[in-house]
Structure formats: C-alpha cells, structure tokens
C-alpha cells in the first residue's frame, strides 16, 4: 500500500521555519532530534495515521471473518454531550452526518458549534466512544499486556489523545463495589454472560465476551487562527500567527483512527490467542 | 531479589475453588487457560505487583540519579475528591497518614469512609494523581511509544485500573484551543518554559521539561464480604460468599505501585534516550 | 524456579581483580560497564547457563506433547572427529560417557585426550551436533526470522561458540545444485518427503519435516592453568598466572545446554505457528 | 524509498503454479500458509534483499561517521577457495571484477568455473567472507544478544545461507587453548590491542576494538535447468523442468547483502550502546 502525499502546501508553513507554535510538538522534537520538519508533514503530522487506517483496515477484514466489529463515534464535542449510552443509541446513524453523532440531532448541534469555533479561529476538543461487539473469550495477557492496557496504549499514541477509559471508567470510581460488580449468569444458550458490563468485557486483562467499550479523549489541537506568544528556536520573544491548514475540531476525522487502531490490538490478540489444542 | 510468598492462608478460598467471583478475572482465566490457581496467589493476584514495586525502587534510584523524582498520592476516594491541585498540596505529607492523601484533613474524612465501607462488608475505588519533576526534555518516541502512551499502557496494566489521564485530561476536552493552549516564554536562566502545563509535561509523545502529572483511576476492588449471585464452573447457579482477605480500598496500596510503573517506564526511555553525539 | 550459587570459591580470583585474561570478557566489560564481576560468578560466566537449562527443560516438557525430541552429542573433540553420521550412530548411547559421545570407542579416546590436555594446563574445543526429529511442517518465519536464523542465534549466544551450520552446512558449498537439491517425493503414507536431506530440514527459512540437525563449533576455552601475557586495567604488562577452576573442554558440559536453547527455539516457534483455521 | 518490482516475467514461472521445486521454498510455505506466490517474485524470492541492500546503504552512511568500515568479498566458489587472508589482500580490488574476489587470477579462474556450470544448466554455493574495522570497543549484549549472535542471525536470514562462523570459526576447535587465547599488549598509543585475533574482534559478545571477520556459507541455489523429480501440489509424482531465470552462483550479488545486513546489525548496536554518563 501506498499513499503518495500529493496535497502539501510546503511555503504555508514558512512563517513557523523558526519559531515554536505553542501546545505542538515543535519545541521537543527541535531539542529532541536537533530537527524537524516544519512544512506541515512530519512525524508529528496526525498525516502520519493515514498509515494506521490502511492497516486497520486490512485488521477489520481480518476480525469480520471472526465476527468481531468495531464502531465508534463522536460521543462530546467540547462540553456538548451525548446522554444516552452505545446501547440506546442507532449506530447505523454515524456515518450519515459530518461529526460522526449517531444522534442525528446532536449531530446539528455540534456541527454548527463546531462552525462558530472555525469562524472564530479557534478549536476544541472532544470525546470519541468505541464499541466492540463479538470479541471472543480469552483474548488479552495477564500482566503487562492486558487487552485494556493496550487498547491504551493504542489510542495514546494517537495525536491529541489525553485520556483513556474503559468499561465504567473514571465515573466508576465512586460506585461500591456491590453496586459495580457484574454478577454472572448462564444465558438460554447455555453461555456465561453478565447482568451489567461495568468491567466493559473484560476481565483480569483478558475479554470476557461481553461488548468492549471505552472513550478516549482529545485536546483542542494546537493549530488555531489566532496570534499566540511564544518563542524562536533562539529562545527570543517570538508571535506565532495563524496560517496554513486548520481543522477546527479533528473528533469526526479521529473516528477511524480510534477504528483502525482498536482493529490493530484486536488482531495482534487474536494471532496470539493460540488454540490450545496442542 | 526474592520475595517469598510466606503470608498465605489457602484454604481461605476453598469456597471458589469452583465457583466464579463476579469481577474477578476468574471465569477469563478459566476459560483461557483450562485452569486457575483460586487460592489468593495466582497471577491475577496484586501480590504480582510487589515484584513491580521492587524493580521500581531501583529504577528511582536511577532516577534520582538524573535528579528525576517520582510522587503519587490519593486524590479521590470514593465520590471523596481533592480541589486542590498538586501545586497546592504539600507532598511531604503523603506518608503522615494510612491513606497516603497529602492533605491531612481530607485524609481523615476518606479512612473514616473506608472504615464504614469496610464494616459493610464492602469495597470501593478512587484516584491516584502521580507527579514527575525533573525530567529533562527529550524522553518519549514520535509515533507508537510516546511517553504518555507508555506510562498509560504501565498503568492499565495495575490490577484494577479503569482509566488513564495525564495533563488536562477529559476535562481538557471541553477547552477552546486558544485557552488550552501552553504559550512559551524563556525564563531568566534561559530555558524555554510554558506558562501554562494543559500539556502535563508532554508535548507530541516526548517531554518538554515541565512536571508530568497525571490520574489514575481504580475501581472498587471485586472481593467483598458479601453474598453475591454467579455460576460455578459448570454454568449452574451459585452463590459466592464473601470470606478470605478483604481490602475495602486500595487505593492507599496502589500508591507505590503507581510510582514504580511510573519509575520503570521513565528509566526504559532514559536509557532509549540516547546522547545524539555520535 | 530457583538456583542458588552455593559453590561459589570468590578468593580464587584474586589474582585477576586488576588484570585482563586473554580472551575472556574481561576487557570488554571492563570497558563497557565500567565494572566487571572477575569472581567467576559474573555474567560473563556460564553459570549463566543454568538458567537456560531449566528453562529448556520445560520447553522440552511442551514439545514431547507434540513428539518433538531434540538430541545433542559431541562430535568432536580438538581433531578427534566422529566420521559417522548421526543416522549411522546409536544416539541411546550418548549419555552413557562422560563425553556425551555416542561411538562408545571415540568416547574413550576422546576421554583419554581431554585428560592428557587437562594435566598440560591446557584446553581444547570442539564441535556439538544436535538432531531434531519430528518436528511438523510450518515452524519459522519467511524473512528474518527463519528457523535456521533463530537457532543460528541462540547457539551463537552460548559462551564460547564460533560457528553454526545447517544441513549441508559449509561443506554443502563446494556441491553442485543438481546433487544438492532434495527431489521430492511421496511417501506410503502419503507424506511429501525428500529422498536426500541436505537441507537439514529447513526450505525458505519453514521446517519441511525433515529431521534438521546442524553443528556448533566451540573453541578452546580462555582459562588456562599456565602463564599468560596479559595487561592490567591501567594497561600495564601484567602475567596472568593460571589459578581457580579449570575445565579443559566444556565441549560435554555444553550438550544440554544446545539441547536446552534448541528447546526454546522450537518452543516459540510453535506457539507462534498459529493453526490456520480462523 | 521505494523500489518499483517492474522486470518480472511471470508467465516463465506457469510451469511450478502446481509443482514444488525441490530445495526451494515452495513446499514449506504452500504448508504453512496455504498460498505461495509461484511467480518468482514472491516474499521468498532474494528481490527481497532489495530493501535490506537499500537500508543498509543509511546504516552504512551513519556508520562512516564513526569511522566504521565494511568490506565483503568472494573466497569461495565451489572448492575454489582463497588462502590468502583478509590481511594479506587488497580489499581496494573487489569491485574491479565481476566475481567480487579481491584476488584478480582467482577471479578469473572463478568466473570460468561459474560460466561453465552456468552452461551445463547448474548452479555452485561458496562462502563470502566480511571484514569490519573500526569498531569501539562495547558494541554488543552480554548474554543472548551477544554481538556476534546478532551477526550470525542477520547472515543466517539471507536466502541460501547454510553457515556462519567468526574469528577462528570451525577450524578453531582444533587449537589448544594456550595456542588460541590472544594476549593483550598496550600500543604507543597506549590502546589495549591483542598481539592475534582468533577472537575476530568478540570477546564476551562484545566487541574489543579489532576487527570484526567472519564467513558466510551459500549453497549452491536451488534453481537449475535440469529436469528434477518432484511432487505436485496433490502429491503426485512430477517433474520439474528447467526453465524461469537462473543464476548459476549468488555470490557475487550477495556480497553487497552481506554487507548490508552486517551494517544494520552495527547500527543497530551502536544506537543501543548509549554512552555511560548520566
């Protein structure tokens, strides 16, 4: 697979050749590497997971062939925020506007707030919620590698994460634990199920076969049309100004990435998830 | 170094030998593995992270060594939050007190609402907010091993952790770029610094120099004294019944575990960090 | 798992704390850590190996499940070579002299040779052949991780080993490819095999069903009962007399240790050699 | 870096879709993954060591600045062999024949031997030897990532490599011990050398400053313009006719492979080998 960078307006960016724009990863790499590529498609590009969701994509064949399927969508768009869980909600609805919302009304919402922050220059952030259904039982290591700790990991290393929870998450901090504990129960199929899914299917590191959900957080990113304080790569007072490209708000541009990403942990578990029948 | 597992009482836990606790990792290992050790000691046990704890404390000594110090403490008990944030505490107190909350007061409220808990027969979780100060620039990979990828990827893997946030986190995300934001300036012995830390210390996967702080959230812990509905290892009804050793929160434990995850991760990079004069 | 090093004599090395032995690890540790354990117990040591003989000898455990054996033997000793090939030998009779030597009447003569070296302070190499029958169809990777290239690897990795050669091995090379290559065949039970088998059982990097067998060359080893021109760590001239434990050849010592890390090998091959059916 | 595969012929290979070439990969990989690409162009093919070659081409510009130089060159076709050294050459003259031998009358008599097989439609293996100089001392792991473990995995993944030895290699066994160590002596410039080499520059799996020399076992390629016996893909019996592209000896071309890989290999190294002050 290839994917030839044909859209790049190297001299936007010419105006940052010495200067450090704030909240980027300009500054680091500069004192990192000794150089970086300021033209707007370096490492440090969110280009960069273009890569992600061509392989991603060739993992999702790969897991519907074993009937798991992976959704997620655009769940908060700065404090704009859905109420209802994965479960009420018509997933069907993502794909049918431009935020990613399965709540088509939402959806108009944060678009036009999303507008008014473009408008203004500005940008902001948001929520991505991902749901897998179909996972089998038994995927995930014990320790270090437990499935949730790489589904982290995973959505960590996307551009603008900051947080990541799953299953009841930072909420599910103030329940008792009579109160989050999933009781079990023996389904008509004769399978083990549990009433509740606050350990969002899974378990000791490893799924239980219940539904994976999780959220993953994104900063407003650092790209805005204002001027911003900062300096020159000679420490000297410096004003970065707005130009080049500016994606108000990447959330419904995230959702195949959070995809793709959560496709790649899911697959590498499944090729090591040997059978055991030796 | 080895630690001898000298403190155990097996026969506490006749009583799963064939049943499954609700939100353990029981029935995951059960159904992965074709067998568990039921008795307390197996590797979903948290006493696999005393080895973690070990090899941790040499790390900081490493660390120290580059003059990089490590602090986590309590924050949240239950719905029990500190509003202060860390540069408002004073970490010297973390060790006063049994539950490891830099502020005494707070720390007395939070071991009286464990104590009830724990005469309830029941568990419940809370946050750890950890602190890193004295990293240099420079520590962290582009692309998959950013630095705050890695430390969440170390934290998920704690027994009990739901979540993972560092910087502003998913408050963050409700922000507007323009206020998010961290704009540079040089301080007065020359080193470019930020006048905000929205970033937590990281800025596109590599450390920029400011403290690296972060929050980790714990769920209630799955072992109560209490009778709950679940199935044995045949898929038939049962009862477990709350008996062995019953920790109603541990979040005070985790403390040290935290650090140390924190400590092996920034040692890892240090090493990787390699002086770029070839 | 847990080996204590009991029968440690430290003061015998002594002599050696300030002076490098000629083709030890000294030098190289000396230079690279900045510190060096010359008591005989360091790392550099083949004690080290103890801990890959246990480990192997769970690896074997596993893949006697799947009719897998592996057998090792020397081969030669110094120019004592054995001119038979390992199907024309008994290998039954290996364990049943102190040489690990199947042709009884070499053994001795052999036997009678280390001797000799012993009492001249002095030592000598030789060469293990290790076989391994039973392995199925499918265990390696096709590009760098070939099964040949992991076994290279891990006999490389043994102290005092030289060489590695499969099949053919050097020999092979002087062949021509018409009386090289191994013409297929079907055999009564139906099984593709090769009438010849210079491949030692490995195609494009894939065990092919084939018994594989190869050699490990080990050299002569460093520590000498006699008088050695040498330098100390300020770089003087320095005698390095001959003191502390002395094997004249380990050649005998090393057949579980080829064993135990051709165990290992085999043993990740094969779990990562997932059955196809997904 | 991207290399077009635009010189296939696959209509030449229509003759093996449904039979196995005997010593070739087909086999192996029909088993294990159940599709080969019988084309020529397939991932077992040496096209392959395009990208290693291209790769190896940065490692190479990154070694030269730390003044470490690679050289391999052909000692070996068939029972043609070399007995001058690597010292007692000039490696300057490699280049200047087609064989890759710096011996230009070996050279030619080589070349004859080649174009003779190459005329009766068969093929010859060989041995490429490989000379690094310039090596610090400390490149290298002390236990399974010994320097020369490395070097002997990267060989053993070349297409045809059947052996690997370094220093005094196999016929090394054969020395006695005190013949074999090599002592040390301080130099005028008050550098620790040593007075021989069997240690081809490893002591410990670390390298010691000298140079780095090993050898690489070809077998003769497996393609040759014969009618061969074989089975097809039902286990009938077959006969594999002479046809598709041939190279009656790789040796030359695989002469920059090997030199690839060893520069990976180093580079590799000396990223890890992070200088000691912290």
């Not at 992976?70 to 909600?89: D, M, N, P």
């Not at 399965?102 to 707030?113: E, L, S, T």
């Not at 300096?231 to 990447?250: F, I, L, M």
Request: neutral net charge; aromatic residues 8%.
């Amino acid at each position: 697979m290839l994917i030839w960078n044909e859209d790049q307006r190297s001299k936007d960016y010419s105006h940052i050749a010495e200067t450090f724009r704030p909240s980027h990863a300009d500054y680091t790499y500069h004192e990192k590497y000794g150089n970086r590529d300021y033209r707007g498609g370096g490492r440090s590009s969110a280009r960069e997971t273009a890569a992600r969701v061509a392989a991603g994509g060739l993992a999702k064949l790969f897991l519907q062939k074993q009937s798991i399927n992976i959704q997620a969508y655009v769940s908060q768009v700065g404090s704009l925020k859905l109420t209802k869980t994965y479960q009420e909600l018509d997933l069907t609805l993502i794909e049918t506007n431009a935020v990613r919302c399965p709540d088509p009304a939402m959806a108009q919402i944060m678009f036009d707030y999303i507008d008014g922050v473009r408008k203004n220059g500005d940008s902001v952030g948001g929520i991505i919620t991902c749901v897998i259904k179909g996972v089998p039982v038994g995927l995930g290591e014990p320790v270090f590698d437990k499935l949730h700790a790489e589904l982290g990991k995973a959505m960590l290393s996307i551009n603008a994460v900051k947080g990541f929870e799953y299953g009841s998450g930072f909420e599910g901090v103030s329940l008792l634990g009579s109160a989050h504990n999933d009781a079990f129960y023996t389904d008509e199929n004769g399978i083990v199920r549990t009433k509740t899914n606050h350990s969002g299917g899974i378990q000791g590191g490893i799924s239980n076969g219940e539904d994976i959900y999780f959220n993953v957080a994104f900063k407003p990113v650092a790209t805005i049309m204002q001027d911003q304080d900062s300096v020159d790569v000679n420490g000297d007072k410096a004003t970065v100004s707005g130009k080049g490209r500016h994606d108000p708000c990447v959330l419904p541009r995230a959702v195949p990435i959070v995809e793709a990403m959560a496709a790649l942990v899911l697959a590498d578990f499944s090729l090591r998830n040997r059978l055991s029948k030796v």
